[in-house]
């Protein structure tokens, strides 16, 4: 079985393919990598490496919307193995052509958001409502420590929303220097506070790279080299926070490391109901209404939209809500998932 041949094969023509702009020379690879598979099928029918690439193959072209008709490229030459580890050592700073040149498979990935109130949407699809005042871990783990807080979201009331965050990227000996982003109401920097915007002098700097969407107000961060690809928005009078990470670097935690609003969503004492209960400053209707424009969709993004702006009486909270399902969209592994309805 001649799999991981066309494992190799991809993952040279795929090596250099990065940003937007990537797309159609990255439907040519997998169109390429499909027809290698097929061409091994006959003798890797019982390989479990094999079948995990073809269903790789499949849902990679779902994501990037290639055709499964169109050119393939000739088979690039396998850069030649420097060392023992071969063509690791040489991609170790790129986490998903690392993980299929190893499993024979592209990775798996999980989705975080914490959002107006704020409303945390967990790994595992949890949705909950916190009154988490003060300073929280959303992330603690060996790659990554995210902190958010938050303050009171009007004079007297409960509900709480995000006022500024704070992203550690962990020193990564290959890859990139420890790098810390921060941000606040009204300063969404396009930098880290070093002001430097990657990852720094080492040989896989480039690894880790912050994009500018919309000045002041959008920023994605992408850490290639850990899978994982963060957005950070300001709507209104608060800040939001969501994530793709490779399954692999959600679970790299110690027990000690247990209070992550990320993996267990906000301790049962902090959670709130999302119905609006009493006088809030903007009638539920209203808010309904306003809310409706944005989010069609009756589900649990609406459900947190409806809160915040009875709760706060600022309509921006629409556009927290819209953005943070924007990025579900973008980020959610399975499109199935996107809903979730309490």
Known sequence: CKILRCNSEYVAATLHLRGPGRGAAFCTALRSYSLCTRRTARTCRGDLAFHSAVHGIEDLMIQNNCSKEGPT???????????????????????EQSFLYKHGRPPGFQHCAAFGDPHIRTFHDD?????????????????????????????????????????IFKNM???????????????????????????GARPGGSSLVIWERSPGRHVEIRAD?????????????????????AEEVARAFTEEQDLQ???????????????????????AETARALCRELLPVE??????????????GDTNFTMAAHGALEDARLFLPNAEKLHIFQ
């Open 299 to 312: 589900d649990v993004y609406f459900q947190s939209c409806v809160f915040d702006v009875v709760t706060s």
């Open 261 to 283: 609003l990320c993996v267990g969503g906000c301790p049962h004492s902090q959670r709130m109901s999302r119905s609006p209960r009493g006088r809030g400053r903007v009638p």
């Open 73 to 95: 490229a000739p088979p690039r030459p396998r850069p030649p193995a420097p060392n023992p580890q071969g063509f690791e050592s040489l991609d170790i700073c790129d986490y």
């Open 225 to 245: 080299y850990i899978g994982t690809t963060i957005a950070v928005r300001q709507a209104g009078r608060q800040l939001s926070f969501s994530i793709r990470a």
């Open 173 to 199: 000996k290959e890859c990139i220097d420890q790098k810390v982003y921060q941000a606040e109401l009204d300063n969404v920097p396009a930098a880290f506070q070093d002001g430097s915007v990657n990852g």
């Open 127 to 167: 949705f909950h409502t916190c009154r988490v005042e003060g300073s929280w871990p959303l992330l603690d783990n060996e790659y990554l420590f995210v902190q958010a807080t938050s303050s009171p979201v009007a004079k007297g009331s409960n509900a709480t929303v995000t006022s500024k965050l704070t992203i």
